[in-house]
């Protein structure tokens, strides 16, 4: 074959649609094109790369050694082809911003590491993620500040599609050395019932701490 020369995919897909179809008749069918048309882009492509690429004689239409050259790499350019179309939309269409609400709490660091895996896949979103106390969650969704949210304890939910997650948190204490406490080596809700304790000013993580 002739080298410096320049086939448009189109006329691959044409090559690829003839020998898939077996003859000019049901591929032209196929894209839309009278016979005469295909019959002379498939003449116009051998032309143009200085080899016959049909055999003509056989049915089903058969392939030239260089046919069959240009068939597998014309299925490989059209696939690279079609994948590039997809990602370029893909990248084009999934865009905008979310924002997303969530406790102070563990569940922090699975929402960040779950949506930075959605922001390297599609560059073009940005997320936002607002610290807001797990009760507040809901309203904010209402007022329109947030598009979604991740909240605990919560049981007037009824308004809101809701998507259970199975994760469990862990809360510790933080005491001083000489603190009694510490001596017990477990410590339950009832040892800390008369202890001056500082929570973060969420009322579900205070009622869960309370039940």
């Keep these: 074959m002739k080298g410096g020369n320049n086939v448009e995919l189109r006329v691959l897909m044409y090559f690829v649609t003839v020998v898939q179809e077996g003859n000019i008749s049901k591929a032209a069918n196929v894209l839309h094109l009278s016979q005469s048309t295909l019959s002379r882009q498939i003449q116009n492509l051998e032309e143009e790369l200085g080899s016959i690429l049909l055999e003509r004689d056989q049915k089903p239409i058969g392939l030239t050694d260089n046919g069959k050259f240009l068939y597998s790499r014309a299925q490989e350019m059209l696939q690279i082809a079609n994948n590039t179309t997809e990602i370029i939309k893909s990248n084009e269409l999934v865009t905008g911003e979310l924002e997303i609400g969530v406790g102070e709490d563990r569940m922090q660091e699975l929402v960040a590491e779950t949506f930075g895996t959605l922001v390297r896949r599609y560059p073009k979103i940005k997320v936002n993620l607002h610290n807001v106390a797990s009760d507040l969650i809901p309203r904010e969704i209402n007022r329109g500040i947030l598009d979604f949210g991740f909240v605990s304890n919560q049981t007037n939910l009824a308004d809101f599609h809701q998507l259970p ?39 579900g993580l205070i009622r869960g701490f309370k039940e």
């Design 165 to 203: 997650i199975n994760y469990q948190d862990r809360w510790g204490i933080l005491m001083k050395k000489e603190n009694p406490l510490k001596v017990n080596g477990t410590i339950t809700p009832t040892d800390l019932a008369n202890q001056r304790i500082i929570l973060a000013r969420q009322n």
